[in-house]
């Protein structure tokens, strides 16, 4: 492969590689949003108890109880979606990584 040649294809590679950085910080974005409504769902689920005689009862009628059912889903799709996206993008800039360093 001539020097040239090498050198646009390591031009490309890096711009793919940092394509692929955007990409995981991105993600690492949807894994703290979807974090930090996992939590805020599980405080509306400590709200939506209410004590009968002493002991703590679930009201599933709650308004509480359903922001916790909205927030945990919305939580969890924005959590697994974001680890998904940051590993594949890990992986493919760890190959991308790769084969810049087999061209020097």
């Known amino acids: ?3 040239d040649e090498r050198r646009k294809r390591s031009q490309e590679l890096h711009k793919e590689s940092q394509k692929m950085h955007d990409a995981e910080q991105n993600a ?3 894994v703290v949003l979807g974090g930090i409504a996992v939590v ?3 405080c509306f689920l400590a709200l939506s108890y209410f004590l009968d005689h002493g002991i703590p009862v679930l009201d599933p009628t709650s308004l509480a109880f359903i922001i916790f059912c909205i927030l945990i889903v919305v ?3 924005a959590l697994g979606y974001g680890l998904v996206k940051f590993f ?3 992986v493919r800039r760890q190959k991308i ?3 810049i360093n087999s061209l020097k």
């Open 28 to 30: 690492l974005c949807f």
């Open 1 to 3: 492969m001539e020097v």
């Open 97 to 99: 990584i790769q084969e």
């Open 88 to 90: 594949r993008a890990f």
């Open 75 to 77: 939580g969890a799709g």
């Open 40 to 42: 805020v769902a599980f």
